[in-house]
């Protein structure tokens, strides 16, 4: 009862002296804020992370940046070679009398050293005679712990030899006048010396550890690659002209011999779907690899070799806007080289393309255009905004920008500005294209009420990004890794 | 933001100017209720019964009550800070006063005179610089490269009491009163450090707000981020339990007057006292320098997802608010009041009332004088001139309406702001109801 009784006090000095004061409603008043949004340093590289994920910007010794592209490592391995060792044996040999030899190596091999891994060396024959023998069969090319591969049998008189083997495993084939022999002697119970039927040898299974000797023309066949140069993805018009751009081929070489890599493809692909073939003196002679010698067995040596604007027209064919590099490399045996060497059952050759453009260039009007998704829910009840941007720029390249607001179902509402506008100067750079001295550039984006309404519901901005190096692209200028772009905004908003 | 300065104008209609600079009351010894700045006085009858009685003031300086309030053309009641900032000085003030007493009574008892009452008091100000409704009325464009001092001391409490009163004639011509007063704090907002400044630079318009602040809430205020302003004030949750037995405190009034032939002249010291508040209590405490440049993302802004929103949130963090559950104490103000009253004939008396109040280390005073005319034994009125605040000069009144043993009255310091309030800096009025028994002489 007494807290109605406080209740309907209250309620009277509500109603009479305070109404107005307990009535309000709200605040008459039109603030202006202004507040900071960003204050951050950007290096070229942050920017560059920002647009692709994909794009590898690497730092040259001296600092200067460079886009870098990596295709595909293609392998071949030795088992091509010991395939190949393979099918020149014959699956099957008929020994037509006790010393029978034949041929080892062929007019692309010349085997001097044979180890095996793996295999068996199966053999079978028919005593025609009609006393018991005692056959004793010997293979003085085929040695284990460097004693000839032997062995000796009796069978009864017309009978088969039952299937035999020679366990191949740690054996070591050391060729004679580039063949293998086979000698059998047979005596029967009268100590005469005779000859046996159907007398055959079937390898089997073979494996190597280790080849030694000459591969005349062997081809290490590579295999038609490409690798995507994304730089261009985003672009719309303008160019790019590096100074030294360079296509690099590395190889990686465990195979004891010389070789020489031929390319047999070498292209770009252009922006305006043009091909492009990268011309070079060594596009037709190849060039020779680092191999191991026979002290470095076991060891891979590498080889980096590198199409420049001196030793081919890629400066030409880079600055028509590259998109991809289309490859084909194959390795061969130097040819005339007739120096022995070796492979092991680990060693491989392998390689791979690089595309590298250090940012040392000309940029005149390069424009690429990205969307971004845009929020301007926390500006519901401004009526205006202004933005100022305040960039100081150790970067000689230069900014110009337009953006598109667009509405959830990406129809155009308004633009950023009424026609594009440089809103970072380029820094001033010396006659090698070094920066000397930051730039600073203010500008001011304003969005009346009748603007911002237009673009109060964007969802989406399309932002078409312009860049010049220093001079508008007259000077080629340098990226270094330490230069970089400090961005500031504010904004002033009124409600 | 907005919020906050809505409640606050929600609490000051119901409490406090400057200390309650009644000038009048302690002049009108028939009025039950002038016992109340001086425990001495008391009346002649053998029972007084205060029924409700109500006091309210408000007042501000520099901009006029219409000024800071305006009707839209929608109808909807507005606070106006723009065109009151146009009046407003360097530093300015807002105050409010809120008086309740729900009954009371006295009695004699021989040469003592027993009285007791019970009633809910508020008061209430704010001293403010002129930049802080800037801020918010204009924002932080005009003070771009400058430093906006937005410090203030708000002081804004609510306490019911329960006060036994004591007054004895010793001899004639002297009345000496004391009385005891059992408090409960129903609310409390007040400051107790009170500096904050915003620094706008000119770059780019980094902030940095530079504070040594505290802010003690009790009962229903709650700070919960920037992010739930609209819940700071949890009105809905007072509950009965909330006068009671909570946000205990004690306070005492001392007073004396003294007859000589048609003068009589009082001394009274008021509210010697203090709260301890102790229910839902929250420490607010910044200190420190709080700087936002912006938010380091330009590779973001580069990125995919073009957002500033989330520059607006660092925004609002950038405030380190600490929050603790401290228990706190308030002083009351303490008033003190001087009077004269001299009757210049059986119809005709003229007085002198000189007030001060000590609160918050500062003494603010009030002087008034009045001249009371006994038009008929059941009707009597006064006129009234009171100096204080800005501007100084009041000119007032009062009513004595005695139906039997009935009595109704009505007080203001100022009829100008009840004609035309609009205009007016000062809003303050009291009326109540009594009943008196005959006079024990």
């Not at chain 1, 309000?24 to 039109?30: F, L, N, R, T, W």
């Not at chain 1, 085929?142 to 000796?152: A, C, E, M």
């Not at chain 1, 970089?484 to 002033?492: E, P, Q, W, Y």
């Not at chain 2, 809505?6 to 028939?30: M, R, V, W």
């Amino acid at each position: 009862m007494l807290k109605l009784f406080y209740l309907l006090l209250l309620l009277l000095v509500i109603n009479t002296a305070c109404s107005k004061l307990l009535d309000i409603e709200g605040i008459e008043s039109d603030p202006t804020y202004a507040f900071p949004l960003i204050n951050s340093t950007v290096t070229l590289r942050d920017i560059i992370a920002g647009f692709d994920d994909n794009t590898s910007l690497l730092v040259e010794p001296d600092g200067l940046l460079k886009f870098f592209y990596r295709g595909d490592t293609i392998i071949r391995s030795s088992q091509e070679v010991f395939d190949g060792i393979n099918s020149a044996i014959p699956p099957f040999i008929p020994v037509i009398d006790t010393a029978f030899g034949f041929p080892i190596s062929t007019s692309t091999i010349k085997v001097d050293l044979i180890r095996f891994k793996n295999g068996q060396l199966d053999y079978t024959f028919f005593n025609n005679n009609s006393n018991q023998i005692k056959l004793t069969i010997s293979l003085p090319q085929i040695l284990k712990n460097n004693v000839p591969l032997s062995r000796t049998h009796i069978v009864p008189a017309f009978s088969n030899l039952p299937m035999s083997s020679f366990d191949l495993n740690g054996v070591e084939l050391r060729p004679l006048n580039d063949s293998i022999y086979f000698n059998y002697s047979a005596i029967d119970d009268n100590n005469k010396n005779v000859k046996v039927n159907n007398f055959f040898l079937i390898p089997r299974n073979l494996d190597f550890t280790y080849f030694e000797g000459i591969l005349a023309s062997q081809i290490f066949a590579g295999e038609l690659d490409t690798l995507e140069i994304d730089f261009y993805k985003d672009w719309i018009n303008g160019e790019v002209l590096f100074e030294s751009p360079t296509v690099v081929i590395n190889i990686q070489n465990s195979f004891g011999f010389p070789a020489t890599a031929r390319v047999r493809v070498l292209d770009i692909i252009t922006i305006n779907d043009d091909r492009l073939p990268l011309e070079s003196p060594f596009r037709q002679t190849g060039f020779e690899f680092n191999y191991p010698s026979f002290q470095e067995k076991g060891k891979v040596k590498g080889t980096s070799f590198v199409f420049n604007s001196k030793n081919s027209n890629i400066g030409e064919v880079v600055n028509a806007g590259p998109t991809a590099l289309v490859y084909d490399i194959d390795a061969v045996p130097t040819p005339n080289a007739n120096v022995s060497g070796f492979i092991t059952d680990s060693s491989y050759f392998a390689y791979s393309i690089d595309a590298e453009f250090p940012l040392w260039g000309r940029a005149s009007n390069f424009s690429v255009s990205d969307t971004s998704e845009i929020n301007l829910s926390n500006f519901d009840k401004a009526t205006s905004l202004q933005f100022k941007i305040v960039a100081t720029n150790k970067i000689p390249l230069g900014v110009t920008l337009q953006g598109v607001f667009l509405d959830a179902n990406n129809r155009p509402l308004d633009s950023l500005f009424a026609k594009p506008q440089r809103i970072i100067a380029p820094a001033d750079v010396n006659a090698q294209g070094e920066v000397i001295s930051a730039s600073e550039q203010i500008t001011h984006v304003s969005f009346d009420n009748l603007r911002f309404n237009k673009i109060r519901n964007a969802k989406k901005m399309i932002l078409q990004t312009t860049f010049d190096s220093t001079n508008e692209g007259k000077v080629a200028v340098k990226v270094f890794d330490k230069q970089d772009l400090s961005i500031k905004i504010g904004v002033v908003a009124s409600f | 933001m907005r919020n906050i300065l809505l409640f606050i104008f929600f609490l000051f209609s119901f409490f406090g100017s400057q200390a309650q600079q009644e000038t009048q009351l302690n002049l009108l010894h028939d009025v039950w209720q002038s016992n109340r700045t001086n425990p001495a006085l008391v009346p002649d009858s053998k029972l007084s019964i205060g029924l409700p009685s109500f006091y309210n003031s408000i007042y501000f300086s520099g901009a006029s009550f219409g000024d800071w309030i305006r009707e839209n053309e929608e109808g909807k009641i507005m606070l106006t800070p723009n065109r009151a900032i146009e009046q407003l000085k360097d530093q300015n003030r807002i105050t409010g006063a809120l008086q309740l007493e729900t009954i009371s009574l006295g009695f004699w008892r021989g040469k003592v005179h027993f009285s007791a009452h019970h009633a809910i008091r508020g008061q209430a100000w704010l001293d403010f610089p002129k930049t802080l409704p800037q801020l918010i009325g204009q924002g932080n464009l005009p003070f771009v490269g400058k430093t906006m001092d937005l410090s203030h001391n708000l002081q804004l409490f609510a306490h019911s009491e329960l006060g036994l009163g004591l007054a004895i004639q010793p001899i004639e011509q002297l009345r000496v009163g004391g009385k005891i007063k059992f408090l409960n704090g129903i609310a409390d907002i007040s400051t107790t450090r009170n500096q904050l400044s915003l620094k706008t630079e000119e770059e780019i318009y980094q902030l940095q707000l530079t504070t040594d602040y505290q802010m003690n809430t009790s009962s229903f205020f709650q700070y919960n981020g920037f992010d739930d302003l609209n819940n700071v004030v949890s009105v809905n949750n007072i509950k009965w339990s909330d006068f009671l037995g909570v946000n205990r405190g004690i306070a005492f009034d001392f007073g004396v007057t003294l007859t000589a032939k048609k003068s009589t002249l009082g001394l009274s010291l008021l509210d010697i006292g203090s709260i301890k508040w102790n229910k839902n209590v929250n420490n607010y405490r910044t200190k420190g320098i709080f700087e936002y440049a912006g938010l380091d993302i330009a590779r973001d802004f580069f990125n995919d997802s073009l957002s500033i929103n989330q520059s607006i949130d660092s925004l609002k963090t950038i405030l380190d608010i600490q929050t603790t559950n401290t228990t706190y104490q308030t002083n009351l103000p303490t008033r003190f009041y001087f009077f004269v009253n001299h009757k210049l004939n059986d119809r005709l008396t003229l007085g002198t009332s000189f007030y001060s109040t000590w609160y918050q280390e500062r003494l603010r005073s009030a002087l008034g004088v009045q001249l009371q005319y006994q038009f008929t034994n059941w009707l009597s009125a006064g006129a009234h001139y009171s100096i204080y605040n800005q501007p100084a000069h009041h000119f007032g009144g009062n009513f004595i309406l005695n139906l039997g043993a009935l009595q109704l009255y009505g007080i203001t310091n100022g009829f100008f702001p009840l004609l035309s309030p609009n205009k007016a800096n000062n809003f303050n009025f009291r009326v109540g109801l009594n009943i008196g028994l005959p006079s024990v002489k």
